[in-house]
């Protein structure tokens, strides 16, 4: 697994950016958020070492801009080269996680037709009102790979409208960090059942710091929640 950062800040918009992580850690190191800058990883796809190969080797899932958002207005003038690199290096998964789907078409390359086979898009939608915005704009996407993720999911989710066997796969996580909002075990067990009445794979990644099961609150360490989620055995298939 590899990361690719070729741009850095973001501007909140929508419920789930409330307590956005790159937020709190520009925070610690008294910078803007808002911000947005080419970083120094902008061209790590091509890097090579000394001897000539790629420092990210063939084979490696690449998650993508996860310090902004690829879609975000401000890197419009950026994003053309970063396509030409995904595209170079076709040897490589790319995967990226969006708010910003209702952006996806703007400053696609010439030659995308119905997707770079090389490329995952991941749509989040956090509650019933992203869901409803976000996810048709997804499946009409000309993508070969999609997937959507509720994280942090805010709310009980009804996504039977949209589950087919054009999306790859649904994630559901509950939210890290100081403030932290509530996710129920009840709304990641009935996400999983639509999934599974849709044949869709579902995976349960985190249960994040504030879990609701059986009517309890249970506050757990941001070390724990993955294997927490993992206990309760719920990916499928």
């Not at 956090?126 to 790979?145: C, F, K, T, W």
């Not at 009517?215 to 993955?226: A, H, N, S, T």
């Amino acid at each position: 697994m590899a990361r690719w950062n070729p741009w850095h800040g973001c501007r909140r918009i929508s419920a789930g950016c409330a307590n956005c992580y790159v937020y709190r850690i520009d925070a610690a190191y008294d910078r803007d958020p808002t911000a947005v800058a080419r970083t120094a990883d902008f061209d790590l796809p091509v890097r090579k070492g000394r001897g000539g190969h790629f420092r990210l080797l063939p084979g490696e899932t690449v998650y993508t801009c996860f310090s902004s958002d690829f879609f975000l207005e401000e890197a419009d003038t950026w994003r053309p080269e970063a396509w030409r690199m995904i595209r170079e290096r076709d040897d490589l998964d790319f995967f990226l996680v969006t708010k910003r789907i209702d952006r996806f078409r703007t400053g696609l390359p010439d030659d995308w037709g119905d997707g770079y086979d090389n490329v995952t898009v991941c749509s989040t939608c956090e509650n019933q009102d992203r869901a409803v915005y976000r996810l048709p704009i997804l499946l009409g996407s000309p993508l070969r790979h999609r997937q959507v993720i509720c994280e942090p999911i805010l709310e009980r989710i009804d996504l039977r409208a949209w589950l087919s066997p054009a999306l790859e796969c649904v994630t559901v996580g509950g939210e890290s960090g100081e403030g932290a909002r509530t996710c129920d075990f009840d709304w990641v067990k009935d996400l999983r059942a639509q999934c599974v009445d849709a044949r869709v794979p579902f995976h349960f990644k985190q249960t994040g710091a504030r879990f609701v099961k059986d009517g309890r609150l249970y506050r757990i360490e941001r070390k724990d929640q993955q294997a927490q989620a993992a206990k309760a055995r719920l990916d499928w298939p």
